[in-house]
């Protein structure tokens, strides 16, 4: 085996990227010239726009190994173009970030503030974009941390009031869709934090069906069932825990983003 080769393999074998903390795969994975350190090459592409020290030891670097294949021990080397043509880039689509980041914080200016004049503002109980989340990468890790905590500490969202449930009977092919695209964003997040898992696409599938059938269906269907069954072998002693989350901000009135900020919790212990 080549030396260089050898290197890679014990670089990216049994080891877990440092930014994201998933597990490595080696096709998945990029080992950043000279220091060798490893990390997922998304997560570290994504550094790289910001920075081209590596995150661990902090040395220099320009280029990567990526593409790597076991099977028959090949790799690409990867260069990484001039800082300041990254800089270029990034400035090309700043004007438009920007405009989506006022847009944004409008809309949940004005959700905070209620919906209207006869209803009254929603406290803000938290914040994730401020000291140590310089970008949205950062703050989705600090808002998945948050998620995995409140199953680690036995939390339970308080339902917001009745007045404002947006779960009805969905019967026709419009309200479903309008709410699988209200609910998906927040259940692939959740099974992330549950789970650890960056791509949980299987089970989103297995839940959107679930919840889709108990808000079509009457629910005496289900009535003595274990309704949950097919979530069992994922969540395990979560899966209760899970439902209860999921329905609490699919009746809620607002986004998800505005949703994280006020939503309010309880203790089950």
């Known amino acids: 085996m080549d030396s260089r080769f050898k290197r890679i393999v014990n670089a990216v074998v049994g080891k877990s990227c440092p930014i994201c903390l998933s597990r490595l795969h080696h096709r998945k994975a990029a080992v950043i010239i000279p220091c060798m350190h490893a990390y997922c090459i998304d997560c570290i ?58 847009v944004d914080q409008r809309r949940r200016r004005d959700e905070l ?23 949205s990468y950062d703050i989705n890790r600090r808002i998945i941390h948050w998620r995995a905590s409140i199953y680690e500490e036995r939390l339970q969202a308080v339902r917001f009031s009745s007045k404002y449930c947006l779960v009805q009977r969905m019967d026709n092919r419009s309200a479903k869709e309008k ?25 989103v599938h297995v839940v959107t069906s679930l ?15 274990d309704f949950l069954a097919p979530l069992r072998p994922f969540l395990h002693e979560h899966a209760e825990m899970f439902w209860h989350e999921l329905r609490c901000f699919a009746e809620s009135p607002l986004s998800m983003q505005t949703y994280d900020t006020v939503v309010e919790y309880k203790s089950l212990d």
């Not at 294949?69 to 800089?87: C, D, I, Q, V």
């Not at 503030?113 to 970008?135: K, L, M, V, W, Y």
């Not at 709410?179 to 089970?203: C, F, V």
């Open 45 to 102: 592409r994504r550094w790289s726009h910001m920075k081209r020290k590596c995150p661990l030891c902090i040395s220099d670097f320009d280029s990567w190994f990526s593409r790597i294949s076991f099977s028959s021990g090949t790799f690409k080397k990867e260069k990484l173009s001039a800082p300041n043509e990254t800089k270029k880039l990034r400035l090309g689509f700043a004007s438009s970030r920007s405009r989506d980041r006022l």
């Open 179 to 203: 709410m699988l695209q209200r609910i998906e964003p927040w259940i692939r997040r959740e099974l992330q934090a549950i789970l650890g898992d960056p791509d949980p696409s299987i089970i």
């Open 211 to 225: 919840f889709i059938s108990e808000n079509t269906h009457s629910t005496q269907q289900y009535a003595g069932d």
């Open 113 to 135: 503030n209620g919906f209207g004049s006869r209803t009254r503002p929603f406290p803000r109980r938290r914040s994730f974009d401020q000291i140590g989340a310089s970008n």
